[in-house]
């Protein structure tokens, strides 16, 4: 580890002892979950590298951003519009969340009967052991639960934490209320920059996440073909590191990879075995570095073809529209962008079940795996729905409920080879 790296996380002020617990074990479960892999796109090399320097080099950038003058924001969701933060010259950056390690100290403040998420999120910056948190000016928490929109009074305890009033439903009082939650951000983004944002730098910023998406969103066409070209464990990393890396510099090496993996395609190589059973998982997020529900499917056999998550097609599928020329048309065009992500915080909401419906035909899937974290009680209660449409469309799913700890990794195993089984029959 270097020791460049070392003084600049003590400079930011991160505990260095509980850091190195906490990375310890990283490189050796990357090694078993990832590296291991055989017939991997060579494209993979570069978000390998990022993983392996995750709490080095971009957090340089960061650092070099603040001591020019710019301002690092903070977030934990795809409703907060990257596009505002970025036409006021800051850097947007997510948080990490999907590790048990914090957890505990997540709970000395906030109730067990939480999601892990949530408990981690808080536990990292009460930790002190991510970088990212330590760099950050201020965080953007929203409300798409009540978990969460509570926990932020207690994260703002240690870090400044703005919050923005997510709707519930989608009719016309919520479309309003949302648009003005968005200009509300773009005041506070401006207060807090010193920064205008002005018509050209939010039609230019627009374009800049909107090409970030449509390279995942070719990432994921290319994991339609049989045999998939990329394993489902990869393309959830490039996922989770796209809430995190140089949104230029990420589109490139994506869009690299895609050009590899299209090749691949056309010659009919993949990284599993053509009629493997073809997975999609749906429900709640997967926040780096949590990979153990890809990596037991993965190894039983399967392979994971699609993600309808937050950390999934919900990230990218819905993009901003580029035809607006003021700039409240710019607004209301994140706006719309936003309410027509259908995650389980809306009511009612059939259109996530007719998202499901759909990928799972697109991506010809042989099962869903239906991911709930633990205590998250709006993806909990939408299974019911899901489960009926799949079952009527003659879709084989099964529930997971899990957190972010290893110890129910055999279980899990048990209960997906079964799964897997059925399939094949």
């Not at 971009?58 to 969701?77: Q, W």
């Amino acid at each position: 580890m270097s020791n460049d790296w070392r003084k600049m996380w003590a400079d930011l002020g991160m505990d260095l002892e509980k850091h190195d617990e906490f990375l310890a074990p990283l490189p050796g479960i990357y090694q078993d979950l990832y590296l291991s892999q055989e017939n991997r796109p060579k494209g993979m090399d570069f978000f390998d590298f990022v993983v392996g320097d995750i709490h080095g080099i971009r957090v340089r950038e960061l650092v070099d951003h603040k001591s020019s003058g710019g301002k690092v924001v903070a977030s934990f969701c795809v409703f907060v519009p990257d596009e505002i933060t970025i036409a006021a010259e800051a850097a947007s950056i997510g948080l990490c969340a999907g590790a048990q390690f914090p957890v505990p100290t997540g709970e000395k403040v906030l109730p067990r009967s939480l999601c892990p998420l949530i408990k981690a999120s808080v536990g990292f910056k009460m930790d002190r052991i991510c970088p990212y948190f330590q760099v950050a000016d201020f965080v953007v928490g929203e409300t798409t639960c009540d978990g969460k929109k509570k926990a932020w009074e207690i994260l703002d305890e240690f870090i400044p934490t703005y919050v923005m009033e997510l709707p519930q439903r989608k009719e016309e009082p919520d479309k309003k209320l949302w648009l003005e939650e968005i200009r509300r951000y773009k005041e506070k983004i401006e207060n807090e920059t010193g920064n205008e944002v002005t018509v050209e730098k939010l039609a230019d910023a627009i374009k800049l996440v909107n090409r970030k998406r449509a390279a995942l969103k070719r990432l994921y066409n290319a994991r339609k073909a049989d045999p998939a070209p990329i394993s489902g464990k990869d393309a959830l990393l490039i996922s989770e590191l796209a809430f995190f890396d140089d949104p230029s510099r990420f589109t490139e090496k994506v869009n690299t990879l895609c050009d590899e993996l299209e090749e691949r395609i056309t010659k009919g190589e993949g990284i599993s075995r053509k009629g493997a059973p073809r997975i999609l998982v749906t429900g709640s997020p997967q926040p780096i570095p949590s990979w153990k529900l890809h990596a037991v499917i993965e190894g039983s056999g399967g392979v994971v073809v699609c993600e309808e998550t937050c950390t999934g097609t919900r990230y990218f599928e819905n993009t901003v529209r580029e035809d607006g020329s003021t700039l409240d048309e710019h607004l209301a065009a994140i706006s719309e962008r936003g309410l027509g992500i259908n995650c389980a915080c809306f009511s009612p909401n059939e259109a996530r079940v007719d998202d499901i419906i759909r990928l799972a035909r697109e991506y010809r899937v042989d099962g869903v795996v239906y991911y709930n974290l633990q205590f998250c009680q709006p993806y909990s209660i939408e299974y019911r729905k899901v489960e009926k449409a799949l079952q009527e469309a003659g879709m084989p799913v099964i529930k997971i409920e899990s957190d972010f700890s290893d110890e129910d990794t055999g279980q899990l195993q048990t209960r997906l080879q079964a799964f897997l089984e059925m399939i094949e029959r």
